[in-house]
């Protein structure tokens, strides 16, 4: 079995194993002309509803079952998600697998960014794969609602983990009818999460990151961004952690475009 995640040189000897489903999310432009041999690429806007306000919330199961049908989902197969950006959409993709009750998989560590400058195999192939058949079914145990984050707020039980930038968190920058953060949030932007020395790793002292700010895993934590995209990220930070953890798929573009929710700016 392979580790949730999983460094370039270990996944090398695995290429052409056909146990393995390898995802690429990387850019369609990268993808066409570099990509990890035998890879099926995969549009951020397959994984999302598109549905304003909040366009990050999960898809219908019709489409979701449509996708995955599309890209030969097999739950036997051990499925490995990278992208070029430093994890942000391929943790959005750990978090689906979550969803469909899938517990086969891998994230790349550093992505492409890693990938290419460790020298490993690359191909320009299109790849396509034979269409299969699901019959999935959601766990909402891993998905978070807007009234689950108002009940924690009475109860003081859970950690909200905000993975937007400080300006949106403080309400400077704004991308909903109202800005600002959940009362009592913890923010630690997504890319703080990141070791770009490392070629996009995740931080080799991220929990030791994580504590300074107060999310020590202790609580249950939801995590949330602007549209689940960053905090598929920092889901699956804390999914490697073994924190228990949720995310937030209508994140702020849900919360901030309510105007009965509660909100502080500073």
């Given at each position: ?24 999310l990387?850019?369609?432009?990268l993808?066409?002309?570099v990509?990890?041999?035998g ?40 499925i ?26 891998s ?9 290419l400058?460790e ?16 019959n ?10 807007q ?8 109860k ?20 909903s ?23 996009f790793?995740?931080r ?6 994580l504590a ?6 202790n ?17 699956l930070i ?8 949720r995310?937030?798929?209508?994140s702020?573009?849900?919360w ?11």
């Open positions: 079995m392979l580790p949730l995640l999983l460094e370039p040189a270990a996944l090398g000897k695995h290429l052409g194993d056909e146990n393995i489903l390898i995802i690429d990387c850019n369609t432009e993808y066409q002309q990509h990890l041999p890879a099926i690429h995969v549009t951020p806007q397959e994984l999302v509803s598109g549905i304003a306000p909040a366009v990050g919330k999960l898809p219908s199961l019709a489409r979701l079952q449509a996708f995955f049908n599309r890209i030969g989902y097999d739950s036997d197969k051990h490995i998600v990278y992208d070029d950006e430093g994890g942000g959409w391929a943790g959005r993709f750990i978090w689906t697998l979550d969803v469909i009750g899938h517990d086969k998989m994230y790349l560590d550093g992505g492409m960014h890693a990938w400058a020298k490993l195999p690359v191909s320009n192939e299109i790849n396509e794969t034979t269409p299969t058949n699901t999935l079914t959601i766990d909402h145990a891993y998905i978070a609602s009234q689950d984050i108002l009940d924690s707020l009475d003081h039980d859970t950690d909200i983990w905000d993975a937007r930038s400080a300006l949106e968190y403080t309400g400077q920058r704004q991308s009818a109202r800005s600002g953060h959940i009362p009592g949030a913890i923010n630690l932007d997504w890319m703080d999460t990141i070791d770009q020395a490392r070629n790793r995740i080799a002292d991220i929990k030791q990151v300074s700010h107060g999310i020590s895993g609580k249950p934590i939801i995590t949330h961004c602007q549209t689940h995209h960053r905090s598929g990220l920092t889901y804390g999914k490697i952690l073994g924190f228990d953890i995310a937030y798929d209508g702020w573009a849900e901030g475009n309510d105007p009965t929710t509660p909100i502080e700016t500073s």
